[in-house]
């Protein structure tokens, strides 16, 4: 706050700030925050080519250059807050403010202030915004370029947002063997019970359609506040995929998260520490719904997918109170908490891959 004092008293009196272009070079090639970075001064034509030759060799595997993400971000710095970047102190700033006068309505006896969009008229809870408007949640995006390692293309995250629609969902409905008003354990239902049956719908679906689509459902106090389908083209935007959506958890200030799909697993070979599950000789396919939550453990829910020529089959639902969900390590570290250390898989190895 005192940075926001001067910098106004500064740009009153003085003139303008003094501020600097950076570019931030990143390699995405897992879901921890892990990956080799680097910062530049910002130039009108640094490429990609010229920006990766300054990230160490020894940190470029195969795994990396397979399915790794260069994301190249720009960053506007003023010279007297230079571990932040501009923008994003200024969201700090405004999210302090908001949070004063929040609580001085709670002295007073009023109603706190709500954020609304104008267009939807959604009311977006205040969860870990820290004050700050949904807009100002990952913003970063917007002045980020992901190009795949693979072959030099562009990659974008594609997240589908799905109504809250009966009608819709009742139209559905009659294509498969599911009753709508099951779909859901109904309001102010336990997690457990939720994640118990979203799972036994999606066995019945998977059952009629030989596949299903990668469903987030979110909630916060026990309550459903968005429902998204991810659309991952490759393994490597799975990796923005999941750091996107833990954006969206803040932004609709979600303490749980459900997801829904199908998934490959395959006990963890030493020998290659960084082979992806879907490429193991001895893989499995499964049908997974894994409930994340802000407090509380994980849980997840198995079912092993049998194919045989054109029929298709789901074997019994195993669950498992104790998983390393490294997949959702984005969602984690948006509700600043680590990811949860379990135990064994439910399929027997403490060493098992799985991949989503």
């Known amino acids: 706050m005192r940075w926001m004092v001067d910098a106004r008293n500064r740009i009153e009196k003085q003139g303008d700030l003094e501020v600097h272009s950076f570019v931030r070079a990143e390699v995405i090639a897992s879901h921890l925050n892990e990956g080799p970075r680097l910062e530049v001064p910002a130039k009108l034509f640094d490429g990609a080519s010229a920006l990766l030759d300054g990230i160490p060799q020894d940190a470029v595997s195969k795994h990396v250059r397979e399915h790794g993400t260069l994301a190249i971000q720009r960053r506007w710095v003023e010279n007297t807050l230079p571990d932040h970047e501009l923008l994003e102190a200024v969201a700090t700033a405004y999210g302090r403010l908001t949070e004063l006068v929040a609580s001085a309505h709670e002295q007073m006896g009023l109603p706190p202030p709500t954020t609304t969009n104008s267009e939807t008229h959604e009311v977006f809870r205040q969860g870990d915004r820290a004050g700050r408007l949904p807009c100002m949640i990952g913003h970063s995006e917007a002045r980020t370029l992901n190009i795949s390692l693979a072959d030099g293309a562009r990659l974008t995250v594609v997240s589908h947002h799905i109504p809250l629609d009966d009608e819709r969902a009742k139209a559905v409905a009659e294509s498969f063997p599911v009753e709508p008003d099951e779909v859901f354990a109904g309001n102010g239902a336990s997690l457990e019970d939720q994640l118990t049956s979203l799972f036994a719908t ?123 969900l490294y997949a959702f390590a984005p969602v984690y570290e948006a509700w600043g908490r680590a990811i949860p250390s379990g135990g064994q898989t439910p399929f027997s190895t403490p060493d098992g891959a799985e991949e989503r």
């Open 202 to 324: 999606a066995r019945k679906v998977f059952a009629a359609d030989g596949y299903h689509d990668t469903i987030v459902f979110m909630f916060a106090d026990l309550a459903l506040v968005d429902i998204r389908q991810l659309s991952p083209e490759e393994h490597g935007q799975k990796y923005l995929i999941m750091r996107s959506l833990a954006n969206d958890v803040v932004r609709k200030g979600a303490d749980a998260v459900i997801l829904l799909t199908e998934m490959w697993f395959a006990p963890f070979d030493p020998q290659k520490p960084y082979q992806r599950a879907a490429d193991a000789p001895n893989r499995r396919e499964m049908l997974a719904a894994t409930l994340v939550r802000k407090q509380g453990e994980p849980i997840e829910l198995w079912a092993e997918i049998h194919r045989e020529k054109d029929e298709v089959s789901v074997g019994e639902t195993i669950q498992a109170d104790e998983v390393v």
